[in-house]
């Protein structure tokens, strides 16, 4: 079993429809809960961050950690066709020398106008 | 603010052959990191550094993958010999600092490297 499972999609939403991307995970020593957005052929950029379980939320983005679940959600309201790109779900652990990020595949994202 | 500079953008090379790439990370930042990522696959870490020092290198394949961070601030990949499963999108990141929590990295565009 992988460690970070994402369902790679692809999704094709209409505009202005609300989108729920997910991940799950197998290793509960995860603290820190991370969504990356890449657009293709650009790096992914941090679009939110949660660390340990709840709730986040920044504009039309919302990021939900269970932790009791081992399942974390990002949440987009109002999609724009702008929002088309690929999202990758990322975590690590805390403390020490547990740097590493561990990602998702990632899940292709299309809002048709 | 410059971000994650990358060089070359794209790369086609055939087997057994050699390549390198080029990051120059951001100013100041003094954690650098290199990813492999497969098409469909989510970005994986090669190599981190902390100033020039190697923090992680455990996914590094070290048999052909070499990897440096002279002075502290640009970093140099090296692939010598090429396979064919080494192609892939290599992304560079850095990051302000290196610690227990959710230190944002910033990253590159990467290098789309073909190899024949």
């Known amino acids: 079993q992988k460690e970070v499972e994402q369902d790679p999609g692809p999704l094709s939403v209409p505009e202005g429809a609300i989108v729920s991307l997910n991940c799950t995970y197998s290793n509960s020593a995860f603290q820190y809960f991370m969504w990356y957005r890449q657009y293709s052929r650009k790096g992914p950029e941090l679009l939110m961050y949660?660390?340990?379980?709840g709730n986040k939320e920044d504009g039309r983005f919302t990021a939900q950690v269970d932790k009791s679940s081992k399942y974390i959600s990002l949440f987009i309201r109002d999609s724009q066709p702008s929002d088309s790109a690929t999202y990758l779900c990322?975590?690590?652990?805390?403390?020490?020398?547990?740097?590493?990020?561990?990602f998702g595949k990632g899940t292709l994202l299309t809002v048709n106008p | 603010e410059a971000g994650v500079a990358q060089s070359p953008r794209y790369k086609i090379i055939e087997k057994r052959q050699s390549v390198a790439f080029w990051c120059n990370p951001i100013s100041g930042h003094a954690t650098l990191y290199w990813y492999q990522q497969i098409l469909g696959q989510g970005p994986k870490l090669l190599i981190q550094?902390?100033?020039?020092?190697?923090?992680?290198d455990s996914q590094l394949p070290k048999d052909r993958f070499s990897a440096e961070r002279l002075k502290g601030v640009d970093s140099t990949l090296k692939i010598q010999p090429a396979k064919l499963e080494d192609s892939a999108v290599y992304l560079c990141a850095s990051s302000l600092e290196s610690g227990g929590r959710a230190d944002t990295q910033y990253f590159g565009p990467g290098t789309r490297l073909t190899v024949l």
């Open positions: 990322a975590m690590k652990k805390s403390g020490g020398s547990n740097y590493k990020l561990t």
């Open positions: 949660t660390y340990s379980s």
């Open positions: 550094f902390q100033n020039n020092g190697v923090v992680d």
